[in-house]
């Protein structure tokens, strides 16, 4: 399953249409360039938008709202609990397939890993091999990866004295801006041990559900994106790494997965 498989569509439709109405003659920025996006892959015209429709504000409803301020909307603390469920569940046959396809050795960091579905699914995959799960507390408290040692962690900050044989960031990136994903890629260069391996998930820029997902990150992050691989490539060079090399999921087509190597 992928993020935008349950949301309903005509939802998305009518909030991008209003937040269309709301913005007319606003100047062009990279925030309303990813509600024009979004509008094509939902089948609106941003020159001839249909009647504005009525939607209630929050969520995608506060489009327009951010897009004028060029601020994103605060953290909802009060659905942390659920986000994260709905991240275990979607995340769980991804997490299996991901370390069929690629049997790297732990100690593994799986870095902003949230409530743990990729940590969980390295540990039952690995019996016997040892894996760390960064996160903020509050993240953490809702942790479901038995066996697996706890860390709480800034990751634009980390320091950890254990050095690892591979590093996840699983949907992650798309938080961030470039200045930060360098910062963040850097760090985690410094934790694994020669010949170690980065890992990176994260959604594909090249589809609809990626188009999508860019307008929600723009929505609620003040630099995040749905990052094209080939930028995502060029920071890991910068950050030292090698052997780079694209794989995909057939339990998540609309993710790519990178690998990448310390020389």
């Not at 935008?4 to 109405?21: Q, T």
């Not at 892959?41 to 506060?62: H, I, M, N």
């Not at 890629?185 to 020669?194: D, W």
């Not at 998930?201 to 188009?211: A, H, I, N, P, Y």
């Amino acid at each position: 399953m992928d993020v935008f498989e349950s949301v309903d569509r005509a939802y998305l439709r009518d909030a991008v249409v209003h937040a269309g109405h709301q913005l007319r003659g606003f100047a062009p920025s990279r925030r309303l360039s990813k509600l024009h996006a979004a509008m094509r892959v939902l089948g609106v015209d941003p020159e001839a938008l249909p009647p504005d429709p009525p939607v209630a504000p929050g969520g995608w409803g506060s489009l327009a709202e951010v897009i004028r301020s060029d601020r994103p909307l605060p953290e909802d603390r009060a659905s942390l609990e659920r986000f994260h469920a709905h991240l275990l569940e979607i995340g769980a046959a991804p997490a299996r397939e991901l370390w069929q396809r690629l049997p790297v050795p732990g100690p593994l960091l799986d870095l902003g890993g949230g409530a743990g579905a990729y940590t969980k699914a390295f540990l039952e995959a690995r019996p016997g091999e040892q894996a760390t799960l960064a996160d903020r507390p509050e993240v953490l408290r809702l942790a479901q990866a038995p066996g697996a040692t706890l860390l709480a962690a800034d990751i634009l900050n980390i320091s950890h004295n254990i050095r690892y044989n591979a590093a996840l960031l699983a949907n992650v990136l798309h938080l961030f801006g470039p200045v930060q994903i360098v910062q963040i890629v850097r760090l985690v260069q410094k934790v694994l041990n020669p010949g170690g391996v980065l890992i990176v998930k994260d959604l594909r820029s090249d589809t609809d559900e990626g188009v999508l997902f860019a307008l929600n990150i723009a929505l609620y992050t003040a630099q995040g994106d749905v990052h094209p691989p080939e930028s995502i490539e060029q920071w890991l060079r910068e950050a030292g790494f090698g052997a780079i090399r694209r794989l995909s999921l057939q339990a998540s087509p609309n993710s790519l997965v990178l690998t990448a190597t310390k020389p």
